[in-house]
């Protein structure tokens, strides 16, 4: 049978950046207005004005002179995220960072992606739900732009990595593992610890990719794959030698609660791990907003989850609430900057390419992309387990690990978590355009005839994964219904949990009406991937299969997204009055 070529021309692919940028242009539109910077929790503009960080001179050393006499802040690495200072200057810093950083972010999926060989549909698709990834989008909007440069160059080293194969010269080969291993080292410079978790997951998919994408002896595999985390490891420690020597300086060395003892490890487990992401708020994943968006915003999106919350309060609430309560002021009862939503379409596709994975007859993916496609599931796994944190028995098996304790707040993991979800959505827009957007259209004269022949004759998985989605679709449904009618009980538990009566209604009616969008989301997204799968949109209408699962993927991550934009008239705010001036 012959297949339809949908391959794009070069040029085309070249709009991608375009296409990304636009897109990012018209969520932080207000950027662009001559008095407004984003707000940023861990940079504002007035510490980026600050004398004591400004570059070049942070290069060698900051001391930080807010308080008192000040403090030891380190040095600043020559990193991507002082270039970007360098370049705009702290207002224009201030107004770009975040979707700088997203476009590097996108632009190193994009990367990765075209490496991988996988169908134009399936990079632009993955890269644009890389860059408008919940979890990626609120931390940037959070002031941690660096982290998302950080996975950004992640992204790069992996496409340096995929990029070598059996037939590359051993000198190309050795090129590109040593700015693979620069590029990791970039993202510790950016990201610190996270760049540090991150570094170790790069690491264990090039040792596995050397195993599995081979027909060699396992001992040469072995070494092969040995070999290639030593070199990346001595190009990335070469790169972030400075910052790590001024992060164990700093933050470890001589620090209370670092020590690598059993009695200082039990201490500091509270500390360590009160950014733990419940078990509960793993809907939220898959349903936005259901927990709320962003702390104390008074319109009924307020965060209401635990994620922040102290390990006392746990305790208090387990004590039947007896006794004094802690005080808020001092332990949070929660505290969230950021979301974790990754798009129905998305988890939709990544779960059906791992599904597919699994299929040793007929799947739609090559051998060597199912092995791929199982390393990242089990990440995705592992790292949603140990998000989990203080929540699960998960997280304490890695804290028991040497210096893993003075890693805080286990919810970094759901950053790997989304990494690999996004790759996973990748691979499932490249199995479903090669398997049913590639291929001559049926003889039907409407959709609908097409849909109606092909509902009578599928049978395996196709039809049982319909069914399933339809099922869900249902149990959505119900379970919205149930959830509603315990209005009453949700607005009493959010009273208990410190919001006031009037506000505790709006919370309560904003939850019920995120979880009712999220039925009419998941109906839609089932609907596009079913007139996928029953050929409705193969041969000429592929195109327009494509463009529908990009506007949906788009509209769906920015309604979600918007809530975490949130622009300051800087001149305003900074402004003169007599109690600062007196």
């Not at 060698?60 to 370049?87: C, E, Q, R």
């Not at 739609?364 to 089990?378: K, P, V």
């Not at 040497?402 to 950053?415: D, G, H, Q």
Request: glycine residues 8%; proline residues 4%; aromatic residues 14%.
């Amino acid at each position: 049978m012959k297949t339809t070529k949908l391959d794009t021309p070069p040029r085309r692919r070249r709009l991608f950046p375009l296409l990304l940028a636009a897109v990012l242009a018209v969520l932080f539109w207000k950027s662009f207005l001559p008095n407004y910077v984003h707000f940023s929790n861990d940079g504002p503009l007035a510490q980026q004005n600050a004398r004591w960080s400004q570059l070049p001179a942070a290069m060698t050393g900051m001391w930080d002179d807010l308080n008192d006499i000040g403090s030891n802040a380190g040095v600043s690495p020559p990193s991507m995220s002082a270039l970007i200072h360098v370049i705009f200057g702290p207002v224009g810093y201030s107004k770009f960072l975040a979707p700088v950083a997203l476009f590097i972010l996108g632009l190193g999926a994009w990367t990765f992606f075209r490496q991988l060989k996988l169908t134009p549909l399936a990079v632009t698709l993955g890269a644009l739900a890389t860059a408008l990834n919940s979890a990626f989008f609120s931390d940037v909007c959070w002031g941690t732009a660096s982290h998302q440069i950080a996975i950004g160059m992640d992204f790069f080293a992996l496409a340096l990595v995929v990029s070598n194969s059996a037939e590359t010269s051993w000198p190309l080969r050795l090129t590109r593992l040593a700015l693979a291993g620069m590029a990791v080292g970039l993202n510790v410079m950016e990201a610190l610890d996270i760049g540090a978790i991150f570094s170790v997951f790069i690491a264990a998919f090039v040792f596995y990719r050397a195993l599995v994408e081979t027909d060699a002896v396992f001992l040469k595999k072995t070494v092969r794959g040995i070999g290639q985390v030593a070199v990346i490891s001595l190009f990335a420690g070469f790169i972030a030698t400075q910052i790590v020597v001024s992060l164990i300086s700093t933050q470890i060395v001589g620090v209370a609660g670092t020590a690598q003892n059993e009695q200082t490890k039990a201490a500091h487990w509270d500390f360590a791990t009160q950014w733990s992401f419940p078990k509960a708020e793993t809907l939220s994943l898959f349903v936005p907003g259901l927990f709320g968006y962003r702390m104390n915003t008074g319109d009924g999106s307020d965060y209401w989850g635990a994620v922040g919350r102290d390990a006392a309060w746990d305790r208090y609430f387990a004590n039947g609430s007896q006794g004094t309560p802690p005080d808020p002021q001092q332990r949070f009862i929660r505290f969230s900057g950021g979301g974790d939503y990754a798009g129905v379409l998305v988890v939709l596709v990544a779960l059906w390419a791992a599904l597919q994975s699994l299929r040793k007859q007929n799947a739609a993916f090559s051998e060597n992309q199912r092995r791929l496609i199982g390393f990242w599931s089990i990440v995705a796994v592992i790292s949603l387990l140990l998000a989990w944190g203080r929540f699960a028995p998960f997280y304490q098996i890695l804290y028991s690990l040497p210096y893993f304790s003075t890693i805080r707040n286990p919810t970094k993991f759901l950053l790997i978590f989304s990494w690999a979800v996004v790759i996973l959505f990748a691979y499932g827009i490249h199995g479903l355009n090669k398997r049913y957007l590639e291929i001559p259209a049926a003889n039907v004269k409407s959709s609908i005839a097409q849909l109606q022949s092909w509902w009578k004759n599928v049978r395996g998985f196709d039809r049982k994964w319909t069914i399933g989605c339809g099922l869900a679709i249902v149990a959505s449904f119900l379970a919205w219904l149930i959830y509603f009618s315990q209005q009453p009980a949700l607005v009493k538990y959010l009273q208990t949990i410190l919001f006031g009566e009037d506000l505790a209604k709006q919370v309560a009616a904003f939850s019920f009406h995120q979880a009712g969008w999220f039925i009419v989301l998941l109906a839609v997204a089932v609907g596009l991937l079913t007139l996928v799968l029953s050929g409705v949109f193969a041969g000429r209408r592929a195109k327009w299969g494509g463009f529908l699962l990009g506007a949906f993927l788009i509209a769906d991550l920015a309604r979600a997204n918007h809530h975490w934009i949130v622009y300051w008239n800087y001149p305003e705010k900074y402004a003169s009055n007599p109690i600062l001036d007196r």
